[in-house]
Structure formats: C-alpha cells, structure tokens
C-alpha cells in the first residue's frame, strides 16, 4: 500500500502546523542528532561497532520524514496511533516508538521565539521568565490525551511462578485483653461533671389526670384485643389431640353397633322364620343375615 498520499496529507500547514519551507528545515537539523542516537543505540544493543556498510540490512517501515510527521501531527491533534498506522499501513507500536525516537529531539532544540532567531526556549522556566519579561499572557492546554496504563492488578508471569512470602515479625499475642469501657477508665473530673449533671437534671412531672386516661386508654385498648383475637383452650400436655379423640369415639361406636348386630343373629337363630318353613335357619344363614344387618347400620 503507497503511503505517498498520507505523506502529503500530513504535510499540510492544516496538519503539521508549520509550513512546507519551514518543515524542511526541520528535517534537516533534525536528521542528524536523530542518525547519531539511532548508531549508538546499536553500537549499544551490539556490543561491538558496525561490521556492514551503513544502508545494509532491512529498511525502516517509516523512513525519518514520515517519522517526524506523524510526531508533529501527534503532538499537535493528540491523534490516536491507530489513526496515524491506517494513514501509513503500519502498526500502532511502530508509529508510538517513531513519536518516543522523535519528540526529545525538538525538546532539546529548543522553541523558536518570532524575530529572535537566536533566542530557544528549551524548558517551562524558559518560557515562564520570556512570558513575564514580554508581558506575554500564557494559556495552558488542558486537551485530554488517552495513553495506555497497566492493570493495577497486573503480574508477571517470573512473579506468579514464583511468589513472594512474607512473614509476620510482629509479637505474637499471649492473650486477649477485656475491652475497657469508657466510663471506667475516665478520669475523675468527667465522674463528677457526670454526677453533677445528673443532679441537676429535673426529674420528670406527669399530670396525675393525663396519666390516669392514659391507663384506661390502655386498658380499653387490652379488652378490645381480647374479644377480636381470643386465646384458644388450654389443652394439657397428657391429653389426646382432638384427631385421636374423634378416632377413639369412632372405634367404640363400631364396637357397640358390632356386638347389637351379634345379639341380633343370635336371637334370630334361636326363633323359627317363616320364610324358612318353620324352620331354623343354619348357621351360616344367620350369620349372613347379621352381617348383612350390620353393614347396613
């Protein structure tokens, strides 16, 4: 993907903020503070000098002039990285370490003063003395930047492999003291401001009438509640449940219907039947009948 258009677009005056003329010159005194870090950061990183002419190697994904564009931009919109990698067809990391390589070096050269060319403002007590020697009224930038932090919960993988134990130094306890209260350990002049202001305190007066309609108020209020929600019998501990009562009386009247329904058959047996010819039923006739009778009751 061509970067050409992006590069013209942020060369802009609109963008950059400077002119094209002016941006030139910029780029050339910047150049060569910018080439000598870069050698002794990889004369550092190598541990040795260059073995390979210089050019050699992989090319850069932002050549300087990109470099130093995308900072000017960055600094003068607060444009997010991502924005600026779209532009270049690059990665956010990539345009956040060109702004990190770029920004010290306008620090340390300085800021121009209009008319002055020989005067640099390099630092905030620079600007603060020219500000107040000029009687130049100064305007702090209070535009919200987004910057990345860390989890404040965040570990390292070495930290969790291998955690760090404390230990207590602190005096073990033998035993547990009685909380103190406060009026026992008081000293004796808040006892007797205490006493003193007890004494004086008035004691309460009630009028004997209000106090009287109050005790029939209560007590007409105790009556009504005992007639709206009456208290149930009182049934002793030993006595069956009223279940067990009903069962009981149950059992005792299907006996009584039982040995009335026995005395019946018995007496039937012994009397001759008509239906019989005169004669006595057998047994199991009488019996049938008398549990017939007894079903019906």
């Known amino acids: 993907m061509k970067t050409g258009w992006a590069r013209a677009a942020c060369s802009d005056s609109a963008l950059c903020g400077i002119s094209k003329g002016h941006l030139g010159v910029l780029v050339a005194e910047l150049a060569e503070p910018w080439q000598a870090r870069r050698e002794s950061e990889l004369r ?33 919109w607060a444009l997010s990285h991502r924005v600026l990698a779209v532009l270049f067809a690059t990665s956010a990391s990539t345009i956040g370490r060109a702004v990190g390589e770029i920004r010290p070096l306008p620090a340390a050269r300085g800021f121009a003063v209009p008319d002055r060319p020989a005067v640099r403002l390099r630092t905030l007590a ?63 002049g808040y006892r007797r401001a205490l006493a003193a202001h007890r004494e004086a305190a008035p004691p309460s007066r009630v009028d004997p009438g209000i106090a009287e309609a109050v005790e029939r108020q209560n007590r007409a209020m105790r009556e009504l509640s005992r007639r709206a929600f009456p208290e149930p019998d009182v049934v002793p501990d030993d006595a069956p449940a009223p279940i067990e009562q009903a069962r009981a009386q149950r059992r005792r009247q299907a006996a009584v219907t039982e040995a009335a329904a026995l005395r019946r058959a018995r007496q039937e047996r012994a009397v001759p039947d008509v239906r019989y010819g005169g004669r006595c039923p057998g047994a199991g006739c009488a019996a049938a009948h008398g549990l017939s009778q007894l079903s019906e009751l």
């Open 44 to 76: 550092e990183r190598r541990g040795h000098g260059r073995l390979r002419a210089a050019g050699a190697g992989p090319d850069h994904q932002l050549v300087f002039v990109d470099r130093v564009l995308v900072t000017l931009v960055a600094l003068r």
């Open 126 to 188: 620079d600007v603060s003395a020219y500000a107040k020697a000029e009687g130049v009224t100064l305007r702090i930038d209070g535009t919200e930047v987004q910057v990345r932090r860390p989890k404040a919960m965040a570990r390292s993988a070495a930290r969790r492999r291998n955690p760090v134990r404390t230990q207590d130094l602190r005096p073990a306890r033998t035993g547990l003291r009685a909380r103190r209260r406060p009026r026992e350990t008081a000293c004796d």
